[in-house]
């Protein structure tokens, strides 16, 4: 992106920090339960809550799932690394200290390749999260929860390789896929699960030197990182062409008035004096180790991509939604093979079945819909009608058994039962089999001709283009259960005739 | 190594150690003092050491299986909060705090 | 019956005059042991040493019931809803909680000066201190009370008031006993030690609470050996290694003197004691001074008023944080405080702990390097001088010098224990015996031969 001034060109530099938080059962450093939305505090225990004596144990699966987001990053994992204590005072920050990881990261040197980008990953580490203060509920006072103090999370640095707010949304979203089909992270902004924070600079064009960057933070969706950048753009060109430098300063995004504003410095410095935790001993890794966690990786999102181009003949604009939502994709998979037409799937699954799950609530635990891939909602784990019932109706309408139009109505019955019966029986159930009985597609017919006497005799005479017109007629006249293909055999017997 | 009233000031600011004006002086002396008797370290030819740390062998840091259950208290929390409601543990509103918690790091 | 030992102690604990108003050893009793000690062998009908034995523990290790203040206004009257490990393990072997005992605030201090509850007076002469910081434990030792207390060992917070009060104060191998539920004050350094009326005590004592805990990611997984029945072994043959450093040409005549004594009396056992040198021991104290107080400072950074412990409330978050912490801090934890901070903060992180972590390294390189050249243990005094007078010692470096003989083991994380050798002037002189890594055995087959062939004065 670049902002023209009379002073000349800037080109905007770009980093992101990414926070994912982990699909561990348990926390960091600590057996209590990791789960969302308990009552605040109950998930909590000597370690997460800093009492004196409490000593921290690394969660192993919390290891794994970090290093196969390095790995699927293209990083290098390392055989040793060391946890660090990352010191500031608040709330909810029980310890007085955050157990991060410093200059010996679990992995660095990585790539996202998005389109013909490739964005380099600096380093990937482990550490725990902070609480949760909420500032709004007691006057005069801030309510502190501990339930997420210590829920694992991975810090995924991006070099400054991006320039512009739309390539930063897609590296998202890019990143945000590579997280979910490793299975690492639920990446729901929404929920926090994914948290964004930008470092933003601008510079001549053609300068190799970084310009004075600022953080931007609370940020709370991908469209909103976008904008943010934008706007933070603009300030700092508008302040580098007036002659003035750029501060290094913390700015907030303000979705409100839809602009960065200044954090209120609550610190004159951070120094978070890091020094090794001595708690812990360092983090060993074996090569063998390694090799396992990078032979158990499942397919990632640019590999789905090929395969589903090179195997289904998916289209690619349904690659990029099925893709993008893990869960969605292994549904049409699943569809596709159990009704051999894959380009019927494809259509089904990011029609109808796509647009169904966008409007549902969920009676489950993490209830949001469908998402678009702005970083909001990610699907819910289940879909109403199974596989092989969708399978079926696909098969149906393929037979002529049901027109296209009835199926669409039979689906939405399959929703409403959850699969509990047969395409084949709603569809009786409903009286919307296909009628390919030539007696009664001519009895309708002969209805329409008789409603329509005007344009039928125009027809016949060699209006060829008031055909569809008419069979749409015949269509509604039979509920939407006549045999399209047949009814146009009988007009043209018809028009033939004259 | 001379300690300046301003460095007790900054260190116990970083420290969250409230310092009464008053003892500064004793303070930033003893604090001086102390490091004086450290300044001897800046001889040592460390070159033949590693990055140092406790003296046993080290397989690495054990993995715990990630389950639970959790480590169980005796008491509610209640037992020894200092304020308490509603499940949460109850602090003064921070000063510089305005309409938003984005300002907690992460 | 059962409850004896327990009902003695409480006795004695009353005879010696041991609360607030008296020896100051006691900041809590349980007021539930003499039950426990009936119900144990009652219910259990279980062997061990330790059966219905009342333990004192020193006030920074956690246990249900009775507060653990750690010697200090910020946690006074808290009450931790888990035990440490090494409770758990006494109580399960049968042992009865009966004291918490007094120490210096969060185990910063040489003397319990630094108690925020009063300082604890030495039971052969109340005008002097115990030694610290285990001060409380090691005094309930001397006193009579019991025949077993923990303490903590950062610097030689056992060994020394172990040698001030002529008693047995062992510091095992960095990670030989959990520390969980030993509220931190230097994580790479801490370790729970043992006071024992005699080596066998200590050594029944150490074997109950030793080995790998899941909840200490430092604590490490090498078997307990039969500690009592490797202290039997003889000792002729095992090679004594007498490091140069740590008998200086100042060091006090009496001490020197029964360290002497000690030295023939391994000879005349068959050991054979050989002169070797510990280069860097020098440097212990600063290199100690920097990493200690680093790691407190970070350790103490959660007492904040938020959780638990005391609160003083502000004008708002940042006054409530300086004033509790203020309030609750004595003078020598937040000096401590405030040079730990310094010597972590930008700029200075290079020149003081990652060099000082770099000397340390050195210094249990020297340990390795003896060791390995043939000697089996060390043997050198405890500590430069004798109980001192109470409010002698003003000058906080002064204080830390008291550490001069025992902060090398903690750095360098080896065993070791302080032995009664005899006195001087009527105060209690301890001898000190270092071992390799997990060479908890041979240290302690080391003293108790040395208890024995001197006719130790607490036996």
């Given at each position: 992106m670049t902002g023209h001034t009379e002073a000349g060109s800037y080109e905007m530099v770009v980093g992101l920090e990414v926070h994912v938080q982990l699909t561990t059962a348990t926390k960091a450093f600590c057996p209590c339960s990791a789960a969302y939305g308990a009552p605040p505090n109950e998930n909590t225990c000597p370690v997460c809550l800093a009492l004196p004596g409490a000593l921290p144990v690394i969660n192993a699966h919390a290891v794994e799932l970090a290093a196969r987001a390095a790995l699927a990053l293209g990083c290098t994992v390392h055989g040793t690394s060391i946890f660090a204590r990352k010191h500031y005072f608040y709330p909810d920050l029980p310890k007085g200290y955050q157990i991060s990881q410093y200059d010996r990261p679990l992995a660095t040197g990585g790539v996202l390749e998005i389109g013909e980008s490739r964005i380099r990953i600096t380093r990937v580490h482990l550490e725990e999260?902070?609480?949760?203060?909420?500032?709004?509920?007691?006057?005069?006072?801030?309510?502190?929860?501990?339930?997420?103090?210590?829920?694992?999370?991975?810090?995924?640095?991006?070099?400054?390789?991006?320039?512009?707010?739309?390539?930063?949304?897609?590296?998202?979203?890019?990143?945000?896929?590579?997280?979910?089909?490793?299975?690492?992270?639920?990446?729901?902004?929404?929920?926090?699960?994914?948290?964004?924070?930008?470092?933003?600079?601008?510079?001549?064009?053609?300068?190799?030197?970084?310009?004075?960057?600022?953080?931007?933070?609370?940020?709370?969706?991908?469209?909103?990182?976008?904008?943010?950048?934008?706007?933070?753009?603009?300030?700092?060109?508008?302040?580098?062409?007036?002659?003035?430098?750029?501060?290094?300063?913390?700015?907030?995004?303000?979705?409100?008035?839809?602009m960065v504003r200044p954090a209120r410095s609550k610190e004159a410095s951070h120094d978070y004096r890091y020094f090794p935790e001595p708690d812990l001993p360092p983090l060993v890794l074996t090569d063998d180790w390694i090799d396992r966690v990078r032979g158990s990786m499942p397919e990632l999102p640019a590999a789905r991509r090929a395969r589903y181009a090179r195997d289904y003949a998916v289209s690619d604009g349904d690659i990029d939604v099925l893709v993008a939502t893990p869960v969605l994709a292994e549904y049409f998979e699943a569809v596709a093979i159990a009704s051999g037409d894959p380009k019927a799937a494809a259509n089904w699954v990011t029609g109808e079945v796509l647009a169904e799950r966008k409007t549902a609530v969920h009676a489950i635990t993490r209830a949001s819909p469908v998402s678009s891939g702005d970083g909001a909602a990610a699907p819910g784990s289940s879909f109403p009608v199974p596989v092989d019932r969708l399978a079926e109706l696909i098969a149906l309408i393929r037979a002529g058994t049901v027109s296209h139009t009835a199926a669409k109505a039979i689906y939405a019955e399959l929703v409403r039962v959850g699969g509990a019966e047969t395409a084949k029986r709603v569809a009786e159930r409903l009286g919307l089999?296909?009628?390919?009985?030539?007696?009664?597609?001519?009895?309708?017919?002969?209805?329409?001709?008789?409603?329509?006497?005007?344009?039928?005799?125009?027809?016949?005479?060699?209006?060829?283009?008031?055909?569809?017109?008419?069979?749409?007629?015949?269509?509604?006249?039979?509920?939407?259960?006549?045999?399209?293909?047949?009814?146009?055999?009988?007009?043209?017997?018809?028009?033939?005739?004259? | 190594m001379a300690i300046t009233f301003d460095d007790v000031r900054q260190i116990a600011s970083l420290a969250r150690v409230g310092i009464d004006e008053t003892r500064l002086p004793v303070l930033a002396g003893e604090l001086s003092r102390i490091l004086d008797h450290m300044a001897v370290l800046a001889q040592v030819d460390v070159s033949a050491s590693d990055a140092g740390g406790p003296g046993n062998p080290e397989p690495g840091a054990p993995l715990r299986r990630d389950a639970g259950p959790p480590i169980p208290l005796s008491e509610a929390l209640s037992h020894f909060a200092p304020d308490m409601r509603g499940g949460f543990f109850i602090v003064p509103r921070l000063a510089t705090h305005e309409d938003d918690a984005s300002e907690e790091e992460t | 019956m059962s409850a004896d030992a327990v009902r003695a102690a409480f006795a004695r604990a009353r005879e010696m005059k041991a609360?607030?108003?008296?020896?100051?050893?006691?900041?809590?009793?349980?007021?539930?042991?003499?039950?426990?000690?009936?119900?144990?062998?009652?219910?259990?009908?279980?062997?061990?040493?330790?059966?219905?034995?009342?333990?004192?523990?020193?006030?920074?290790i956690a246990t249900l019931d009775i507060p653990t203040t750690c010697g200090s206004r910020i946690l006074e009257g808290y009450v931790s809803p888990y035990e440490a490990t090494v409770i758990a393990r006494l109580r399960a072997a049968g042992a009865v909680i009966a004291f918490k005992t007094n120490m210096d605030e969060f185990a910063m201090g040489s003397s319990t000066e630094n108690s925020a509850f009063g300082t604890v007076h030495h039971p052969l002469d109340p005008s002097r201190v115990p030694g610290g910081s285990s001060g409380g434990s090691a005094a309930a030792v001397a006193a009579g009370m019991v025949r077993i207390a923990l303490g903590s060992e950062t610097g030689g917070s056992v060994r020394q008031p172990a040698a001030f009060c002529g008693v047995v104060g062992v510091k095992p191998t960095y990670g030989r006993v959990s520390r969980y539920g030993l509220v931190a004050f230097a994580s790479s350094l801490d370790q729970v030690g043992v006071l024992g009326r005699t080596v066998d005590d200590a050594a029944a004592a150490l074997g109950v609470i030793a080995g790998r805990d899941p909840l200490d990611s430092t604590s490490v997984d090498i078997p307990v050996p039969d500690y009592r029945a490797a202290?039997?072994?003889?000792?002729?043959?095992?090679?004594?290694?007498?490091?140069?450093?740590?008998?200086?040409?100042?060091?006090?005549?009496?001490?020197?003197?029964?360290?002497?004594?000690?030295?023939?009396?391994?000879?005349?056992?068959?050991?054979?004691?050989?002169?070797?040198?510990?280069?860097?021991?020098?440097?212990?104290?600063?290199?100690?001074?920097?990493?200690?107080?680093?790691?407190?400072?970070?350790?103490?950074?959660?007492?904040?008023?938020?959780?638990?412990?005391?609160?003083?409330?502000?004008?708002?978050?940042?006054?409530?944080?300086?004033?509790?912490?203020?309030?609750?801090?004595?003078?020598?934890?937040?000096?401590?405080?405030?040079?730990?901070?310094?010597?972590?903060?930008?700029?200075?992180?290079?020149?003081?702990?990652?060099?000082?972590?770099?000397?340390?390294?050195?210094?249990?390189?020297?340990?390795?390097?003896?060791?390995?050249?043939?000697?089996?243990?060390?043997?050198?005094?405890?500590?430069?001088?004798?109980?001192?007078?109470?409010?002698?010692?003003?000058?906080?470096?002064?204080?830390?010098?008291?550490?001069?003989?025992?902060a090398t083991a903690n750095l360098a994380g080896v065993p070791a224990v302080s032995v009664p050798i005899g006195s001087s002037q009527g105060l209690p002189v301890g001898g000190q015996l270092i071992a390799p890594h997990f060479g908890e055995a041979t240290m302690f087959a080391a003293a108790y031969a040395l208890e024995g062939s001197l006719g130790s004065a607490s036996a």
């Open positions: 999260d902070a609480g949760k203060s909420i500032h709004d509920r007691y006057p005069s006072a801030s309510a502190i929860d501990l339930n997420r103090s210590g829920v694992p999370l991975l810090e995924i640095v991006s070099e400054p390789d991006l320039r512009s707010p739309s390539q930063a949304g897609r590296y998202l979203r890019a990143l945000r896929e590579v997280m979910l089909y490793t299975g690492v992270s639920d990446v729901n902004m929404e929920e926090g699960s994914l948290r964004v924070d930008a470092n933003v600079s601008a510079r001549r064009f053609g300068d190799a030197n970084l310009g004075t960057k600022t953080e931007v933070k609370n940020l709370n969706s991908f469209s909103n990182v976008e904008r943010a950048l934008a706007s933070e753009f603009e300030r700092q060109c508008a302040v580098l062409s007036r002659g003035q430098r750029v501060e290094q300063q913390t700015m907030l995004w303000d979705a409100a008035r839809d089999q296909q009628v390919g009985d030539d007696a009664a597609l001519r009895a309708w017919i002969d209805a329409v001709w008789l409603e329509h006497a005007a344009e039928a005799r125009r027809f016949e005479s060699g209006e060829q283009k008031l055909k569809g017109v008419l069979v749409g007629l015949v269509m509604k006249k039979s509920g939407g259960r006549a045999d399209p293909r047949r009814v146009n055999q009988l007009l043209d017997e018809r028009a033939v005739r004259g | - | 609360g607030p108003d008296g020896l100051n050893i006691v900041l809590a009793e349980n007021s539930d042991a003499e039950r426990e000690a009936g119900a144990m062998t009652a219910a259990e009908g279980l062997g061990g040493p330790l059966l219905a034995q009342p333990i004192a523990v020193k006030d920074n202290s039997r072994r003889s000792v002729r043959g095992l090679v004594i290694g007498r490091p140069r450093e740590y008998f200086p040409e100042r060091l006090d005549p009496g001490i020197r003197a029964r360290c002497d004594a000690a030295i023939d009396a391994f000879r005349s056992a068959g050991a054979i004691v050989r002169d070797v040198s510990l280069p860097h021991t020098d440097y212990a104290v600063p290199v100690y001074y920097i990493i200690a107080p680093a790691e407190a400072s970070s350790n103490l950074a959660r007492f904040d008023g938020v959780r638990y412990g005391l609160r003083v409330t502000g004008s708002g978050l940042s006054a409530m944080y300086d004033a509790t912490r203020s309030r609750g801090f004595g003078p020598e934890v937040t000096r401590r405080i405030l040079l730990g901070t310094y010597v972590l903060s930008a700029g200075y992180y290079d020149a003081y702990y990652r060099r000082a972590q770099r000397v340390r390294a050195l210094i249990e390189q020297d340990f390795r390097s003896v060791f390995a050249s043939g000697v089996d243990v060390l043997f050198t005094p405890t500590t430069p001088t004798t109980a001192f007078k109470i409010g002698a010692v003003s000058d906080p470096y002064e204080m830390y010098l008291n550490d001069i003989f025992t």
